[in-house]
């Protein structure tokens, strides 16, 4: 059974850091793309960012890029989402979710919920 | 990015009845076009990918049309459990964008 279980979460202060984890199991991690997409309390969904299976390539939305970094580590099945320099509006639910040949989101984790609030 | 705009917002549906949902994507998005349901307090669930073919285990009653820049979800006859918010999702362009969402609310 495919397990995303996301952690890492909590409050943080404006212009804080926060590490995320995504710990994947019940399928070769090492096979896929992971991504991680978030959710203000109230809004929709919004894509966030991207790597491939292998770590050798990143992609951001324009709103984190500079300020966010993703990464994995294939060993531990295990990805991540370092965030620095966060604001008010990155106050979100982040879900970690998966593509191995076609962009859409079969599976998602339960999320793992970012306030930013002084 | 693509904008995605889905319509209406909130869709009233008795029980038993037709939901037509509607997503239009700025640009043209091929048929690279998924539909989620979320219920609150939950992921994202995928309903439908590639505009017309249905997820593992998505009961029949949930149907995709559409090409280009308009899609149609359609859900045959609600049930209870269907109750929910549903978005669509391009990912023909990065980024990947979603819509607003519509939520299907009892009536």
């Known amino acids: 059974e495919v397990q995303l279980v996301e952690s890492g979460g909590g409050l943080v202060q404006p212009g804080g850091s926060l590490r995320l984890s995504c710990a994947a199991s019940?399928?070769?991690?090492?096979?896929?793309?992971m991504h991680w997409v978030r959710q203000a309390p109230g809004k929709g969904l919004v894509w966030v960012s991207r790597i491939n299976s292998d770590g050798s390539s990143r992609t951001y939305a324009d709103s984190v890029q500079g300020r966010f970094t993703i990464s994995r580590d294939n060993a531990r099945n295990t990805l991540y989402l370092e965030m620095n320099g966060l604001r008010a509006e990155d106050t979100a639910v982040y879900y970690c979710?998966?593509?191995?040949?076609?962009?859409?989101?079969?599976?998602w984790g339960q999320g793992t919920l970012v306030t930013v609030s002084s | 990015e693509v904008v995605m705009t889905q319509s209406p917002a909130t869709l009233s549906v008795s029980p038993g009845e037709r939901a037509t949902l509607s997503c239009r994507a700025s640009q043209s998005v091929s048929s690279h076009l998924a539909w989620y349901q979320q219920k609150p307090g939950q992921a994202p669930r995928l309903l439908i990918y590639g505009v017309s073919t249905r997820a593992t285990g998505v009961p029949a009653r949930f149907s995709g049309s559409g090409s280009g820049t308009e899609f149609t979800l359609t859900i045959s006859s609600l049930q209870s459990e269907d109750f929910a918010v549903y978005y669509c999702q391009q990912y023909n362009n990065l980024p990947q964008t979603f819509g607003q969402g519509t939520k299907v609310e009892i009536k």
């Open positions: 019940g399928f070769t991690f090492s096979n896929y793309w």
């Open positions: 979710t998966r593509h191995r040949y076609v962009e859409y989101f079969q599976y």
